[in-house]
């Protein structure tokens, strides 16, 4: 099917359902009621939506009538998980589906999907498809939907459907491998008591010439591929000061996750987590020229870098066509 392999166009839906209602606002007027307006939820409508979705199978159903003047999300089918809380981080598979002709334009439902955070970014800038998720189960299925123009002038009405597979560790929680075992020139690693975040003390000695990747903690998730797109935790430091420079926890170890996929990334961060297993903590030593060396001006051109990095979640690779 057409549709079956569409990474580049489902990415769009966690990002519309990060940033819709924040464009409704900013497109709007300064007027701080309109603002108010645009960001209410509509009355959950009264329509009976099921789907049947698969690498072969694409089927929607839409019975009754979907029409409405403002953002909705509300549930279509309940599961029977853990209640899902704020700050979970949520493994979703997503739908988007032309409301007309009940066809579906795009889905990640045969490629493993991606993540959602419930932090407070998002419940800022989607406060409908927020309140809907708060306190439902795991394994529930959410409608999301906005009047046409929404996203632009003259654009459809749009409808997506999100399935909440699970929900996911912030953090690796793989088993801790032994020290005895862990490469011995690379620097040590602690873990914050309450978040887990790593922290990487300042790296001894010369720096490795070629790129050095160790396992901290070994996940028994699937493993990543050279053309997956993963959801990961990690802090980097230089090795010649162990000053950090880029960390997806934050300052105050609280930070969401991030999602890239991998072939995006430098050499060494896809030459180093090709093959290792969502739940794996992994560190690695990047020589400049599998790093930023290459990129002439830039701060870190000559710097040997230190990532930690927590694999959270793992989506296959598109299929060559």
């Not at 403002?70 to 549930?75: D, G, I, M, R, V």
């Not at 991606?114 to 708060?134: D, G, H, K, V």
């Not at 046409?148 to 009405?157: E, K, N, R, S």
């Not at 699937?222 to 000053?243: A, C, F, L, M, N």
Request: proline share 6%; charged share 25%; hydrophobic share 35%.
């Amino acid at each position: 099917m057409s549709t079956q392999h569409s990474r580049s166009k489902i990415m769009t839906i966690t990002g519309i359902l990060l940033s819709a209602a924040f464009g409704l606002t900013a497109c709007g007027s300064d007027d701080e009621n309109d603002d108010q307006v645009n960001i209410e939820s509509a009355q959950t409508p009264d329509v009976d939506i099921s789907y049947e979705i698969s690498e072969d199978t694409e089927n929607v159903s839409i019975d009754g009538e979907l029409e409405l003047d403002q953002p909705a999300a509300w549930l279509i089918e309940e599961g029977d998980g853990e209640p899902i809380e704020e700050g979970d981080l949520l493994h979703i598979l997503s739908a988007d589906i032309n409301i007309e002709d009940e066809e579906v334009n795009a889905h990640d439902f045969d490629l493993g999907g991606q993540t959602l955070q419930m932090s407070e970014q998002f419940q800022s800038q989607n406060p409908q498809a927020f309140e809907a998720l708060i306190g439902a189960p795991a394994g529930s299925d959410l409608a999301y939907y906005l009047p046409a123009d929404t996203l632009g002038q003259d654009t459809p009405a749009y409808l997506n459907i999100i399935a909440v597979e699970d929900i996911v560790a912030t953090h690796a929680t793989g088993d801790p491998v032994d020290a005895s075992e862990r490469d011995a020139t690379l620097p040590e690693v602690t873990l914050d008591e309450e978040t887990h975040a790593p922290e990487i003390a300042t790296p001894e000695g010369e720096a490795p010439d070629e790129l050095v990747v160790d396992v901290l903690k070994e996940g028994d998730g699937p493993e990543v591929q050279s053309g997956s797109y993963v959801t990961i935790h990690y802090r980097g430091v230089k090795w010649s000061d162990g000053e950090e420079f880029d960390s997806s926890w934050g300052p105050d170890n609280t930070g969401t996750p991030a999602q890239f996929e991998l072939q995006q990334l430098i050499t060494g961060w896809q030459e180093g987590l090709e093959g290792q297993q969502v739940g794996s903590q992994v560190i690695m030593s990047i020589p400049p020229e599998l790093a930023y060396g290459e990129s002439e001006g830039h701060e870190l051109a000559d710097e040997t870098l230190v990532f930690v990095i927590d694999i959270l979640h793992s989506a296959d690779p598109i299929p060559a066509e």
